[in-house]
């Protein structure tokens, strides 16, 4: 089991293909003047002018138990019970956690955008957001793996969350309190959504390399 470890800066990417896939343009398909185009492109700069990336992470020896269904947390009293999450998993024997929020000023602007009835551009920067966030996640994984290389393991490169499938939403509160995501300023509510939005979780397999 690793320490927990903050990431209070995470480099910006803006994946400008998945955002605007994300709001529906399929290229070859969809005809898009240069005026709307443009436009497009200035909501997804002020979207990533109010990102500021930070995150919590850390590796947890695990225990799956297939024919239950659960995956519990060594040294803890936290089991996760999820047939999916356990297929998802596989073989692997320990648990990347990962949990990263975009910042309470995005949140704000996309909210202050709907209020305005500006709802194109709170579409944008909201599909720009997520996009923005879930590379957020690549980084910190590409970050991961190469310090797991030196100990012959090897990252899942697909992710989990909390809410996905068979996977309680509930189990999102277990999470929090394991990446202590206070420390970057997010909430959890009674229904166990993380404030401010653009806050997410994750979780990726680890798995030791075998064979030459």
Known sequence: MQQLRTFPYIPLKVPRHKILKRLGYQRHQNEI?????AEVDTWITYAADHIHLKATAC??????????????????????????FTRF???????????IT?????????KQLQEDKRMTGAVIV???ASEIVDEG????????NKELVRERK?????????????????FQAD????????????????????MPEKSVTAFCGISKVTGE
């Open 33 to 37: 003047s240069q005026r709307m185009m």
């Open 59 to 84: 590796i947890r020896d695990i225990q799956i138990d297939h024919g239950n269904n659960t995956v519990a947390l060594k040294q803890s009293d936290i089991v996760f019970e999820s047939a999916r």
């Open 89 to 99: 998993l596989g073989k692997a024997d320990q648990l990347l956690i990962m949990g």
């Open 102 to 110: 975009g910042g309470q000023a995005v949140a704000d602007k996309i």
């Open 126 to 128: 909201d599909a720009a």
């Open 137 to 144: 996640f690549d980084w910190l994984m590409a970050l991961f």
């Open 154 to 170: 090897a990252l899942k490169l697909k992710r989990f969350s909390a809410g996905y499938g068979d996977f309680d939403i509930r």
């Open 175 to 194: 999470v929090y309190q394991i990446l202590k995501m206070e420390t970057l300023g997010v909430a959890i509510t009674d229904t166990c959504i993380l």
